[in-house]
């Protein structure tokens, strides 16, 4: 396939033999010695390529077009997917509030999702009920902003900041009529203007550093601003540790 002749750097492994960069909206992958392939179409705005293991043998990447062979992919949708071993598989369809997942638009502190080192944890956010989960914020109705976890190796997905007692979720907008801005909840820069968010993650820093709130492991941490725990009484954003069973103690 032609390339525009603008293409666009996304990620590459460690050691520069495996590339991947978006052309006209596609995503393609370019390995030393083997050439190039077109990954996905429809690869979205800004960064599509949420992050990648260091060996570049796990990415994960956005595009609005469903490819072939993948099952849930929906055309038209924020599809999050991801690509290990050359195949390519969905982690959750999620919705255009999502953005700032992905949607750096040439600011790299204004993305949110974070890849673990090895690649084979996710964490993203996301204000579709994926999986399952009730996420109408209680007083308010409208669905929140909930942190998810998701294993490449199991291919099950968690909401690591949903209320463990399946109770329907306290958030608060993140800036708004009759709501206070706040610093946690708006991230940098404002990335979740607007929102309605349960929970959050950091995205990077204004010096171009992504916090490292998600361990090779997949230990993660996270804001709330649901009460998670019943040691949470303030009634106001926390920080939460989640953990996997068998890391940690």
Not at 111 to 126: D, H, I, Q
Not at 209 to 230: C, E, H, I, T, W
Request: charged share 20%.
């Amino acid at each position: 396939e032609e390339l525009s002749g603008e293409p666009v750097f996304q990620t590459a492994n460690s050691a520069d033999t495996e590339v991947f960069f978006t052309d006209e909206g596609n995503l393609f992958e370019y390995r030393v010695g083997v050439g190039r392939e077109l990954v996905a179409e429809g690869a979205l705005g800004g960064e599509p390529v949420l992050g990648a293991s260091g060996d570049g043998s796990w990415v994960y990447f956005v595009a609005d077009k469903a490819i072939a062979g993948v099952a849930g992919a929906v055309d038209g949708e924020p599809n999050l997917y991801v690509r290990h071993g050359g195949k390519t598989g969905l982690v959750a369809v999620l919705s255009s509030e999502d953005s700032p997942d992905w949607a750096r638009e040439g600011n790299t502190y204004e993305s949110t999702a974070r890849v673990s080192p090895g690649g084979r944890w996710l964490a993203f956010m996301s204000d579709r009920p994926l999986t399952g989960y009730d996420n109408r914020e209680l007083g308010s109705s409208q669905p929140v902003e909930e942190v998810y976890l998701y294993d490449g190796e199991t291919g099950r997905l968690r909401c690591a900041s949903c209320d463990p007692s399946g109770g329907r979720p306290v958030g608060t907008q993140s800036c708004g009529k009759n709501a206070k801005c706040n610093a946690l909840a708006l991230g940098q820069d404002g990335v979740w203007l607007g929102r309605w968010m349960a929970a959050s993650v950091p995205g990077w820093t204004v010096m171009g550093y992504q916090s490292r709130y998600l361990s090779k492991d997949g230990r993660m941490f996270f804001n709330s601003f649901d009460a998670l725990v019943p040691q949470d009484v303030n009634g106001t954003w926390d920080v939460y540790e989640w953990e996997p069973v068998g890391v940690g103690g």
